[in-house]
């Protein structure tokens, strides 16, 4: 049993590294250095929170091939729980091939019908004793639609229990508006990018605003190197640094905004702490290298 419960998407990356995007498929191409690295938004978060000594588990599905397995193992070696129902027959463990330009910033490839795209509600089961849940990958899962998502998030708001939602960008051009669930969701995480989608408008001032009008209570925008948004305020980083690789920045951001919160912390400081995080995943490649480095 765990206070944490993280659910959603868990998998391999591939991080190609040093790609020029306009040569890139012109023929054969070399490239700087290729590696492999634990990813998913959920198995991000859950990374961190144990890291940063919380009592958390992993809810995701794996394909019972050699990378679930690795996964597995990955886990097993970090002391992380996770679910009992985690290998889902036939599917494939998501390996998601991650292209880094010289500037840091990332594309990703991967397969339609990988195992991050086909949780379902059934398998999803919130530990008895959990205070927090945070649903890590919002959109990433083709079978958790709109009802499904209501019943679950419901269901965790009867049982009292905090829930902290991050966003992916919406894959059927999903609207806020329409989305009945969202008024839930105790705090959720988006992007700049997804706000704009989710709310249908260029000014992020404005999402936020549609955001809450929609019942989320608190609203966090993640806006990058500049920070974040939250009540109509900017939370600036404490300092400038060089991007290495933007992988995973924004679910360390997550979680760390959550290590804050589950330690009775202010939000102010929780928003100071996540830009910590974020800011430090960018300084090595691999969504949760930095990790090693503390």
């Avoid at 070399?30 to 991000?44: E, F, H, I, P, Q």
């Avoid at 509600?121 to 959109?139: M, N």
């Avoid at 083709?142 to 049982?159: A, D, P, T």
């Avoid at 100071?272 to 995943?281: I, S």
């Amino acid at each position: 049993m765990s206070k944490i419960n993280v659910i959603g998407a868990a998998c391999v990356d591939l991080l190609i590294e040093n790609v020029d995007k306009e040569k890139f498929f012109s023929g054969s191409y070399k490239t700087g250095r290729m590696s492999t690295y634990l990813g998913g938004d959920a198995l991000n978060e859950t990374l961190v929170l144990k890291k940063l000594n919380n009592d958390v588990k992993l809810i995701t599905v794996l394909g019972n091939d050699f990378y679930g397995e690795y996964i597995i193992n990955k886990l097993k070696e970090n002391g992380i729980e996770y679910n009992e129902n985690i290998y889902k027959k036939d599917i494939d463990t998501y390996i998601s091939l991650v292209f880094i330009d010289n500037d840091g910033e990332r594309s990703f490839v991967g397969s339609e019908n990988g195992s991050v795209r086909m949780l379902d509600i059934d398998d999803i089961k919130i530990d008895d004793d959990c205070e927090i849940v945070s649903y890590a990958s919002l959109f990433i899962s083709k079978l958790m639609n709109e009802e499904k998502l209501e019943v679950l998030f419901r269901s965790i708001k009867e049982r009292d229990i905090k829930l902290f939602v991050d966003c992916s960008t919406p894959k059927n051009n999903e609207k806020a508006r329409d989305l009945k669930y969202l008024k839930h969701i105790d705090y959720f995480f988006c992007n700049e990018k997804e706000a704009k989608i989710l709310c249908d408008y260029d000014d992020i001032l404005h999402c936020e605003k549609i955001l809450k009008e929609c019942g989320i209570k608190n609203v966090i925008i993640k806006c990058s190197s500049k920070g974040c948004l939250f009540n109509g305020k900017m939370y600036k980083p404490e300092k400038d640094i060089v991007c290495i690789d933007s992988t995973g920045a924004g679910d360390s951001f997550v979680a760390g905004f959550i290590d804050s919160m589950n330690k009775n912390t202010n939000i102010e400081e929780a928003l100071k702490n996540a830009n910590k995080c974020g800011l430090n995943a960018c300084l090595y490649t691999g969504a949760t290298e930095w990790l090693n480095h503390l």
